[in-house]
């Protein structure tokens, strides 16, 4: 079986990568880093056509911060579009039987839902703030349907939440939320800061995803992609959730409390809710357990002081 990594060299390809090499799970990585642009039809279709792969790993995106996905909204969309068709061109054209394994992010669900249900997750508008990067994610399962009807070619979607962890970006404005607010606490203590800004009013609630336990998932599928209830796209869910609030005070108790919090509320909160359902989760993936949120937090602390200065 050749796995294929894309955007192995960013946030969660990382993790996926260091858990696949950890457990002997041999694979070719590819990212824009390594010298292919998924974004040109023609790089994409010479790297599919030399791997050949049976199983795609598909964690290429253009993605940051809510204000990110804002000011850059066209360059987002287009970007994460254009690589998404070209990714499944070129997969139709190496081994139209093969399977692209998409992680979806939950921006993609309408901004109305209170916890996010598989069933509905196209019943409506997406929220504005998510809107260049959300369209995308629910494009990706347009043309992974489209491109089984006429192909054959399978997908499986992973609708996930928040992630967090090792490897994230260093700049507040590209990195994920939880991991954003952690990095700035640890430059700040090793600055020596007593005030510590937080974008937003910190009311809005999120469910978090450790991204060592999604390889972990990942890895499960490569053992047993036949593995009933993956036909449909599923949540990556604990059906758990924390205000911004909760986690600053979270965070800044592993420093035992030492920053003065300033709220910026300038900056947008974007959607008021986004907690998981988990009824298919614990049918498809029975036994799973995630890594406790507080030893996820620490390790990420842990990291973040590794790679200080940043």
């Known amino acids: 079986m050749k796995i294929l990594l894309l955007g192995g060299s960013g946030f969660v390809g990382r993790n996926v990568a260091l858990h696949l090499t950890d457990n002997g799970i041999p694979f070719k990585s590819s990212s824009r880093k390594a010298g292919v642009d998924l974004r040109n039809l023609e790089e994409a279709k010479q790297l599919f056509a030399s791997v050949r792969p ?59 839902a209170d916890t996010f249900k598989e069933d509905n997750w196209w019943d409506g508008h997406l929220h504005r703030s998510v809107l260049s990067y959300g369209s995308t994610k629910r494009l990706i399962w347009s043309v992974g349907e489209s491109f089984s009807m006429q192909f054959g070619l399978r997908s499986i979607s992973l609708l996930v939440p928040n992630m967090y962890g090792p490897f994230d970006s260093t700049d507040p404005n590209k990195a994920h939320a939880l991991t954003a607010l952690i990095s700035k606490f640890v430059k700040a203590e090793k600055q020596s800061q007593r005030e510590i800004e937080i974008w937003g009013t910190g009311v809005a609630i999120r469910e978090w995803l450790y991204a060592p336990d999604f390889a972990r998932i990942v890895s499960m599928i490569l053992k047993n992609p036949g593995m009933v209830g993956l036909s449909e796209p599923i949540n990556i869910a604990q059906n758990f959730g924390l205000s911004i609030r909760e986690l600053v005070q979270l965070i800044n108790g592993h420093f035992s409390n030492k920053f003065t919090i300033r709220w910026n509320h300038d900056m947008p909160d974007g959607a008021p809710k986004k907690v998981m359902d988990d009824t298919q989760f614990k049918k498809v993936f029975k036994g799973f357990e995630f890594t406790p949120f507080e030893k996820g937090v620490e390790s990420t602390i842990q990291y973040y002081n590794s790679i200080y200065p940043y």
């Open 54 to 112: 049976d199983i795609v790993i598909n964690c290429a995106a253009h993605v940051g911060s809510l204000n990110y996905v804002t000011e850059n909204a066209a360059n987002v969309m287009l970007d994460n579009t254009r690589m998404i068709v070209n990714m499944y061109e070129a997969m139709a054209a190496s081994n139209p039987g093969g399977i692209i394994i998409n992680p979806i992010a939950n921006c993609a669900y309408p901004a109305k």
